[in-house]
């Protein structure tokens, strides 16, 4: 299919999914957004990508099945419009469905936590929604169009196949990946990798073949330089307790609305065993009393930093520095940062520009200052600057925004299944 053809199929499908997600007018924001990543999917060529995220979204949604998308690409305007409809990355925000009526307030970063309200104009319920994803990371990941992908134990199959049957309509072949790992002494399913036209299975050079764990007949991509790059693909546990619930249930989980206080919420997460360790003891610690504030410490969960007079190879998590580390403690307290957005927020409010901001943060989170030392300390306040010269990686916003929603929703399902289904049935 031509490359015109593809992105007018993209577009036809985000339209349709942008007037039945804003049925009274789509917001100037909204609608800002998408046309920016729209040109630059049309600049990079990349719309073959979003298609095939759209097609493998909808095949586990007709199997009842869900589907993660990670790094800065789960942040984009396109991805919410093809498949994923958990994040909206506008800023938080009020939307009126019956008329049209669209607000930011200030302050907020998640929309959920925003109070419930009646529109000014008809004085229907405002619906609450945004997660503030800064489209200053997902940019780049819309030009490069790269997906990873993580799949359930019983999607993953089905998702090979999408892959599969996507390509060879274009003349091309997926096949099985893996790769060698010495801590399990043993090659494991990477993925799949998309030949080059005209090459098959068959034509690869035997050197290549290998079995995976399962016994079936894979390229090696340890060394990537002899082979295409592959399309990575995952399995996870929590993907596989997602989908047999929504088996069990007969829906999905996303359409089930995050409803109960925020702090009964925390309470029937933390009664559950859905958190790992980690993240129940930063949860419990803590103590969040917003939905925002919960998915920030789940994306703390996920940072690196580095351990002070330590090895310069050696990491703590977040909440180990938050428990033993007084020092970090206390800056921690008065400069929170939980994510690489939370960051560029932060030098934002200190006066920072768009650019600059930009370039520390990104700076900042993989270890490097772009900045002399005399620069640094007149430039930031200097608890901050004594924090963020241990951090070494800072996880984006968007992969503890979605983790959250699907904690909390498994858990007010596990909690709540009649009224679930009562409020589910009949819309209260």
């Not at 586990?60 to 093809?82: C, D, H, W």
């Amino acid at each position: 299919m031509p490359m015109e053809d593809m992105l007018e199929m993209l577009k036809s499908c985000c339209r349709r999914e942008l007037e039945r997600l804003y049925p009274a007018g789509v917001p100037p924001a909204a609608m800002w957004r998408y046309r920016h990543e729209l040109e630059l999917v049309e600049r990079a060529g990349t719309a073959e990508e979003y298609l095939l995220f759209r097609e493998i979204s909808k095949a586990a949604e007709r199997t009842f099945s869900k589907i993660y998308v990670p790094n800065s690409v789960q942040g984009t305007m396109l991805v919410y419009l093809l498949g994923d409809h958990d994040l909206n990355p506008l800023s938080a925000h009020y939307y009126c469905t019956a008329c049209g009526y669209y607000t930011e307030p200030k302050g907020a970063v998640v929309g959920l936590d925003l109070p419930p309200a009646d529109c000014p104009h008809c004085g229907k319920p405002l619906r609450r929604d945004g997660f503030s994803l800064r489209r200053q990371w997902s940019d780049s990941a819309v030009e490069m169009g790269a997906f990873s992908y993580w799949f359930s134990n019983g999607f993953y199959p089905t998702g090979c196949r999408v892959i599969e049957q996507h390509y060879r309509k274009r003349g091309r072949c997926a096949v099985p990946s893996a790769c060698w790992w010495d801590s399990a002494d043993r090659y494991e399913s990477h993925g799949m990798v998309v030949l080059p036209r005209g090459k098959t299975m068959d034509t690869m050079p035997e050197a290549l073949k290998i079995r995976d764990e399962f016994g079936v007949l894979c390229i090696d991509v340890t060394n990537l330089d002899k082979v295409p790059v592959p399309l990575s693909l995952r399995r996870t546990k929590l993907l596989d307790r997602m989908e047999a619930l929504q088996r069990e249930s007969g829906m999905l989980l996303s359409e089930l609305p995050v409803i109960l206080p925020t702090r009964t919420l925390l309470q029937d997460l933390l009664a559950t065993d859905i958190p790992d360790k980690e993240e129940r003891a930063l949860l419990r610690r803590q103590k969040p009393t917003t939905i925002g504030a919960i998915m920030d410490c789940l994306t703390a969960c996920c940072n690196l930093y580095e351990r002070p007079g330590g090895d310069s190879t050696s990491y703590d998590s977040l909440y180990r520095k938050l428990r033993w580390d007084e020092r970090f403690a206390r800056s921690f307290a008065e400069y929170p940062v939980y994510s690489r957005e939370g960051l560029y927020d932060l030098l934002r409010r200190e006066g920072w520009c768009r650019e600059r901001a930009f370039e520390l943060t990104e700076s900042i989170r993989r270890g490097r200052w772009c900045f002399d030392p005399e620069q640094r300390a007149q430039w930031l306040p200097q608890k901050l600057l004594w924090q963020c010269a241990h951090i070494v990686y800072l996880s984006g916003r968007a992969p503890g925004c979605w983790w959250g929603l699907q904690y909390l929703r498994m858990a007010q399902y596990l909690h709540l299944v009649p009224q679930t289904f009562y409020r589910v049935m009949w819309g209260v």
